[in-house]
């Protein structure tokens, strides 16, 4: 009886976590980085009205640019989108990055992460490119990795 108890609390503590571990991200984090110029950069300062898709990168990833290139020929199905591209590259290359891809597009900011707080504020950054799309709400929707640019725009509704 005893055995079928723990078992029982067990099981129930288990769900219990999982479930707050989920919920933890769940929301868009009070995260805070650094624009290309040094300037604070947090969440209120980011500019979306319909989806925020936090792009984690690395400017030098031959997969963040292959996904990028793509990203670039589909441009106009990513409007309702404001794109946030976190690395913690150099501001430099990031920059060259932009200026490469996206010289003149108006809903994305670039910034830099030199702490890396952007594993505590994110969770399953486990390579680059992965993608981290929220809501108006700043419910997040969708976390994808080395994803296909189809599977980016269509969560854009």
């Known amino acids: 009886m005893q055995v079928l108890f723990q078992k029982i609390v067990f099981t129930f503590l288990f769900i219990c976590l999982a479930q707050v571990a989920v919920n933890a991200q769940a929301t868009l984090p009070d995260f805070k980085f650094q624009d ?3 300037k604070v950069i947090g969440k209120s300062q980011v500019p979306y009205q319909q989806y925020l898709t936090v792009v984690y990168f690395d400017p030098t990833c031959e997969h963040c640019i292959e996904l990028t290139e793509q990203i670039v020929k589909n441009i106009a199905k990513f409007k309702k989108t404001h794109l946030l591209w976190v690395s913690i590259a150099d501001a430099e290359p990031i920059a060259e990055f932009q200026r490469t891809y996206f010289p003149n597009v108006k809903n994305m900011t ?25 809501d108006k709400n700043g419910k997040r929707i969708s976390t994808l990795t080395l994803p296909k640019v189809e599977q980016l725009y269509t969560l854009y509704k």
């Open 36 to 38: 290309l110029k040094g």
């Open 110 to 134: 670039f910034v830099r992460d030199a702490k890396m707080k952007v594993y505590d504020y994110f969770e399953n950054l486990d390579d680059t490119p992965t993608f981290v799309v929220f």
